[in-house]
């Protein structure tokens, strides 16, 4: 089945120790992107990635960081999370082809919580 | 920079009465306009786009460029259109999309 599929669904960890939410898409897109979505303010984007070894900040990068060294995999990383990190977090993926634009495939979210 | 302003939170309609789900955009160039759908305990999906003009699953929305606007049309609610809807935005040709902060809908039997 084709899908982007995001682990772990749930996690609760601690201020300052380092997690990292792994995302995977078995449909050969060049595009993913990480986004969270907090109550009032929407959808948020925090890094993309246009392919391989590339990726560019978001709307609201600081405190993540992101690597594509595979096409399938988007890694978001929290190297020292802090409560303001709270959210529920969304991957996505879009082949890059004319007439397609916009269209995202998304994961299930991952809902973390940070003491 | 581009923007999506969804006024409404949330919105309450009865079934078989008309729904409409207002976005506002604010965007110099030309813009790709996106509603995106997230029902309860599925992920969040493309509901329609307005370069493809289609209805679905009964709704449609045009793009007014006058008013800046894209809002999102049912003429009859059913139950199953409770949802949480986002607004989003593309500029043309380009991949990064920029949601609005989403209408909670509730249709109420």
């Known amino acids: 089945e084709a899908q982007v599929t995001q682990n772990p669904r749930y996690l609760i960890t601690v201020t300052g120790k380092k997690l990292t939410v792994t995302c995977s898409q078995n449909?050969?897109?060049?595009?993913m992107s990480w986004y969270r979505q907090d109550p009032g303010l929407g959808l948020r984007q925090i890094y993309y990635?246009?392919?391989?070894?590339?990726?560019d900040k978001g709307d609201v990068p600081e405190g993540y960081k992101v690597s594509r060294k595979e096409k399938r995999n988007f890694p978001l990383i929290l190297e020292s999370p802090s409560p303001n990190q709270t959210s529920l977090y969304f991957c996505?993926?879009?082949?890059?082809?004319?007439?397609?634009?916009?269209?995202?495939?998304f994961g299930e979210g991952s809902r973390l919580t940070v003491l | 920079a581009q923007r999506v302003t969804q006024p409404e939170k949330l919105l309450s309609v009865f079934k078989g009465a008309p729904v409409e789900l207002k976005c506002n955009y604010s965007?110099?160039?030309?813009?790709?306009l996106f509603w995106y759908v997230q029902y309860s305990r599925q992920r969040l999906q493309l509901l329609l786009r307005?370069?493809s003009r289609e209805s679905i699953k009964g709704f449609t929305a045009d793009l007014n460029k006058g008013e800046t606007s894209f809002h999102l049309k049912k003429p009859f609610a059913q139950e199953e259109d409770s949802a949480m809807y986002y607004c989003?935005?593309?500029?043309?040709?380009?991949?990064?999309?920029?949601f609005g902060t989403g209408t909670r809908l509730t249709i109420i039997p």
């Open positions: 996505a993926s879009s082949p890059l082809r004319r007439g397609n634009t916009g269209e995202l495939f």
């Open positions: 449909m050969n897109h060049e595009y």
């Open positions: 990635s246009m392919n391989v070894e590339v990726t």
């Open positions: 965007y110099s160039g030309s813009p790709e």
């Open positions: 307005h370069i």
């Open positions: 989003a935005l593309a500029r043309f040709g380009n991949e990064k999309l920029t």
